[in-house]
């Protein structure tokens, strides 16, 4: 067990729905990254948060956004899904923001049917 | 723009024999550099990384890997390699300063079997 907590752990749902999917950093760690793992694309930087602050932003589409609240979770909301937003999304967390001390959860798998 | 990239996309080895998988950046500046493992079903695991200093750097697991600079590479190696090191293998690189700094930027990762 790493210590940073993703749920589910596999999603699958519709094209045109929206999901939301939850990391909890290590504790004590502040930042929260966001990473795409698809075929594709491979393994591809979406969006950095430290201590509730958006502090990076990568290749995430529109459609895609992400939040991380006082208690330090952080959650990723994608809508009006596509069947090629079928990935594995990875949460890594580090200690500050400016770090690459990160520690990656097992994921979240999310199927788009 | 930064890019890595892992020429073999799948390896297979016996136990026992040596490794090396291969990794090229292109960067404007020296970045950071990384590998990682990642076994089915998990997230990834840091094996070693570069910032500065002794071109040859010493990971976890046995493995190790070579800066050179002259050939923008990043090579992972191990001298004997084991049933357990079946996973693949993400090179990443990421900039020593600014405001992306922190952030990875992966190769496509390179599939390691391992045959006994």
């Known amino acids: 067990d790493s210590g940073v907590t993703q749920t589910p752990k596999h999603l699958i749902t519709a094209t045109g729905q929206r999901v939301t999917l939850r990391c909890s950093p290590r504790s004590g760690d502040l930042s929260v990254y966001w990473y795409q793992q698809s075929l594709d694309q491979g393994l591809q930087f979406l969006i950095h948060?430290?201590?509730?602050?958006?502090?990076a932003k990568g290749n995430i589409l529109e459609r895609f956004s992400a939040q991380q609240f006082p208690d330090l979770h952080s959650e990723l909301n994608l809508s009006s899904l596509e069947l090629g937003d079928s990935a594995l999304y990875f949460c890594?967390?580090?200690?500050?923001?400016?770090?690459?001390?990160?520690?990656f959860g097992s994921g979240t798998r999310l199927t788009v049917v | 723009a930064q890019s890595v990239t892992q020429p073999d996309i799948h390896i297979t080895v016996s136990e026992g024999a040596s490794l090396e998988l291969r990794c090229n950046y292109s960067y404007g500046a020296t970045p950071y550099l990384f590998w990682y493992v990642q076994s089915p079903g998990q997230g990834l695991q840091l094996l070693l990384k570069?910032?500065?200093?002794?071109?040859l750097v010493q990971g976890i697991k046995g493995f190790e890997a070579e800066f050179k600079r002259s050939q923008s590479s990043f090579n992972l190696r191990k001298p004997s390699v084991h049933w357990s090191d079946a996973a693949e293998y993400f090179c990443a690189v990421g900039p020593a300063g600014g405001t992306s700094y922190g952030k990875l930027t992966f190769g496509q990762g390179t599939i390691l079997t391992v045959h006994p």
């Open positions: 570069y910032f500065s200093g002794d071109t």
């Open positions: 890594a967390s580090s200690p500050t923001g400016s770090s690459y001390g990160y520690t």
């Open positions: 948060y430290y201590n509730g602050e958006e502090r």
